[in-house]
């Protein structure tokens, strides 16, 4: 989630939208509502056992696998944490962990703060680590912070450890093991479960949330299988489908064959599906959740948002950095774009490896080229010889798991140098020689500086940077069809953040035919002025897609009464519907409940929106957004001094933020109390030096109140750091001149 901040300090009025969402048609006329094919299919949920009979060496396998323990009830057989009265303190607070009655409980602080006994409801995972689900009111389950180290003893395991411990998370911090950050039923549920349904009953505020499975079960790959067992029992096989509902089929009849030229493998047919990865992107990609109301093979986006490489999750070459699992990683890599899919190298039923070791890679690489030292520079056998230890560099979280990113590049140390990016060879391995030494090395011992296939890094990490010019290459990306989806959708990303000017044509973006890229087209239009969004975004309106549709909606909800045609607005209202169904699916967030009084606002439904922002301060007291939402309400109603109290309300919650304080300023200005404003606006400045609005406004602000030296040393220290922002430059020119 994210919000836009604008302030026109001359009209004295403050706008904020937050915008969390994220057809193929020609950019023209009016868009025809098509409803979307139904996703839910007749066949019903029949449970693992019932796939035993017939497929029992795939189900030996899943049941030694860690999809098979995602979640088990505690058991004797399932419990791998030492419960013998084992103690742990963390943060000044002393936990036991006991046993009674053949039941697991632990002894720990509550929600307020007094030690509680709690029994352990449920196990969460396996390994390397495991975690413990404890039930609380409303139908919640929470997941409990001390997680047990399932490691041996001989590689450090074998204890209980905390998943935050280098800071001290207390009762009534969103992370502590009862706040918000830990709540199962929406943080983890969806990919610990088969054929879960979240259930949040937001008038009651409790979950009421149901699974078939407590594992990821085959039908958590393969879709609810009633009709396929009814197929194979009957030995019916005339459904082309065989009843399955997501038939994983790609790979059938499919070979590699290495050309001895190149010593790569290429595929004997081209894929033209990403069902497969899809199917595992569900839970193996950071995204939100749109709805449950959908099935395995369905399209992705259909019921998630994939999050693009942003800059707070990412690298700027595409290096995971945040907890972001898999997919966005592989998506961007050549593998993916050779065709290459997840059971090329992972047995989709054990979890693991096809082949242990370089032998999953020399099935598609010659091994007498890459497999050797005159590749690698590594003597064999050793850790530093390893495939992944270079292509694939590994990142620890939960403080004990690591896990490799699947971008498959080439080590680059010297763009450790230019961009800052961590790179294989130093991170781990060559620390006391650095980066520097590294990247000489290996374009000695290559011959050449090192390519690879991943060629935005420089571009991303430019604009991130802020350098002039950097929105021209970002849009050469983005107009780029050879290069990866994501990449392109995150380039465009970028520049719908940085204006409209630096917008590329969005003709063909919109007729793209991957939804993440015309997704972010969506998001783009929502940028652009009103004549602009209405030539561009109605026809995103009847994408087939839901979160196209849903961003579409977003993008144009404060024109959608007033400016569109009759047709256009009979689809938008299909949108706008899928776009509150969105929020309510996710009632039990703050960040939805802003969302939807955002657009309740926009849509002139300011009480509803008002009781909605109401509601993510009562889920999350420290929500910034909100109390600058609510107070952007009461504005438009005319009632400053309401305007007032909720931003003070705020930062009674988040005295450090600078948005908060910049919004209360402007709002003094309204009731003109200029002398009360101006202290409030520098500390926004203060907090936020970066925010190059915040330093104009504030000058602007001295300079009413007569101030003029103090606002041109605003903002020339804002120019220096924000060259390219017009309007202090502007500014500035205009005050030096008066002077």
């Known amino acids: ?291 449950d109301e959908t099935y395995p093979g369905d399209t992705l986006e259909n019921a998630f948002r994939v999050n693009t490489i942003e800059a707070a999750l990412f690298y700027p070459d595409g290096q995971q950095k945040d907890e972001v699992y898999t997919y966005a990683t592989f998506a961007e890599s050549k593998m993916y774009a050779n065709g290459v899919t997840c059971s090329d190298c992972h047995d989709p039923h054990s979890g693991g490896r096809v082949a242990a070791g370089n032998a999953v890679c020399t099935r598609c690489h010659l091994a007498t080229k890459y497999n050797a030292p005159s590749h690698h520079f590594h003597r064999p056998d050793t850790p530093a010889a390893q495939c992944v230890t270079c292509h694939m560099p590994a990142r620890t979280y939960m403080v004990i798991d690591p896990r490799h990113d699947h971008g498959f590049r080439i080590p680059r140390p010297d763009r450790t140098l230019s961009i800052g990016v961590p790179n294989a060879c130093t991170t781990s391995c060559h620390q006391k020689e650095g980066p520097s030494w590294a990247a000489t090395e290996l374009e000695r011992r290559l011959g050449h500086r090192p390519g690879g296939y991943q060629q935005f890094a420089e571009a991303f990490a430019a604009f991130d940077r802020g350098e002039t010019g950097a929105a021209g290459e970002l849009r050469r990306i983005v107009s780029d069809g050879g290069q990866p989806a994501i990449v392109r959708a995150s380039a465009l990303e970028r520049l719908s953040r940085s204006g409209v000017h630096d917008l590329p044509d969005l003709t063909t973006i919109i007729k793209d035919p991957n939804p993440l890229v015309r997704r972010t087209g969506a998001e783009a239009i929502g940028q652009m002025d009103p004549s602009m969004r209405l030539r561009f975004g109605p026809v995103l309106l009847a994408d087939p897609v839901r979160s196209v549709r849903i961003q579409a909606a977003t993008s144009l909800a404060d024109l959608a009464d007033q400016a569109l045609t009759t047709a256009d607005r009979a689809t938008f209202e299909h949108a706008f519907d899928d776009l509150v169904r969105e929020q309510q699916f996710n009632a039990d967030r703050p960040e939805a409940q802003a969302n939807l009084g955002q657009v309740l606002i926009q849509r002139g439904r300011v009480e509803e929106g008002i009781a909605a922002l109401r509601e993510t301060i009562r889920l999350q007291r420290s929500f910034v957004p909100a109390y600058v939402n609510l107070a952007d309400a009461y504005r438009i109603q005319g009632k400053d001094p309401d305007s007032e109290r909720a931003l003070r309300e705020g930062l009674a919650a988040s005295p450090g933020s600078a948005v908060l304080h910049h919004s209360l300023g402007l709002a003094l200005v309204r009731q003109h109390r200029l002398a009360d404003a101006l202290p409030e606006l520098e500390r926004a400045v203060t907090l936020d030096p970066g925010e190059a609005r915040f330093s104009y406004v504030y000058a602007v602000g001295l300079h009413e109140a007569g101030r003029r030296a103090e606002a041109i040393r605003v903002l020339r220290a804002s120019a220096a750091r924000h060259p390219e922002d017009a309007d202090t430059q502007t500014a500035l020119a205009e005050y030096l001149h008066e002077k």
């Open 1 to 291: 989630m994210r919000y836009v901040l604008t302030a026109a300090f001359a009209a004295l009025v403050l706008v904020i939208a937050v915008v969390a969402v994220r057809r193929h048609a020609s950019s023209g006329g009016s868009s025809a509502y098509v409803p979307p094919a139904a996703t839910a299919p007749s066949p019903i949920y029949v449970g693992s056992g019932a796939c035993v009979d017939c497929h029992r060496a795939e189900a030996d396998k899943w049941r030694a696998s860690q999809h098979a323990g995602a979640m088990t009830s505690a058991s004797e057989s399932s419990v791998l944490g030492n419960f013998q009265n084992a103690r742990f303190t963390y943060g000044g607070t002393t936990s036991t962990f006991f046993r009674r009655d053949g039941r697991f409980f632990v002894r720990t602080d509550g929600s307020d703060g007094r030690l509680r006994e709690f029994e352990i409801a449920y196990t969460f995972g396996v390994a390397p680590l495991q975690q413990y689900l404890i039930a609380q009111p409303g139908g919640r389950l929470q997941a409990l912070g001390i997680a047990w180290d399932a490691r041996p003893a001989s590689h450090g395991g074998q204890r209980w450890f905390h998943l935050y411990p280098h800071e001290t998370i207390t009762p009534g911090d969103p992370l502590h093991w009862t706040g918000l950050m830990q709540n199962w039923n929406f943080m983890c549920a969806d990919c610990h479960a088969t054929n879960l349904r979240k259930g949040y009953d937001a008038r009651a505020r409790e979950f009421h949330t149901t699974w078939s499975e407590t594992a990821v079960g085959c039908e958590a790959c393969h879709g609810p299988g009633s009709a396929h067992v009814d197929a194979a029992r009957a030995k019916k096989r005339d459904r082309p489908d065989y009843g399955l509902t997501a038939r994983l089929d790609e790979r059938r009849g499919v070979s590699w064959q290495i050309d001895p030229l190149t010593g790569n493998a290429r595929r004997s047919a081209t894929r033209t599906s990403d069902r497969e990865i899809e199917v595992c992107a569900r839970c193996h990609a950071r995204r939100s959740q749109l709805t």
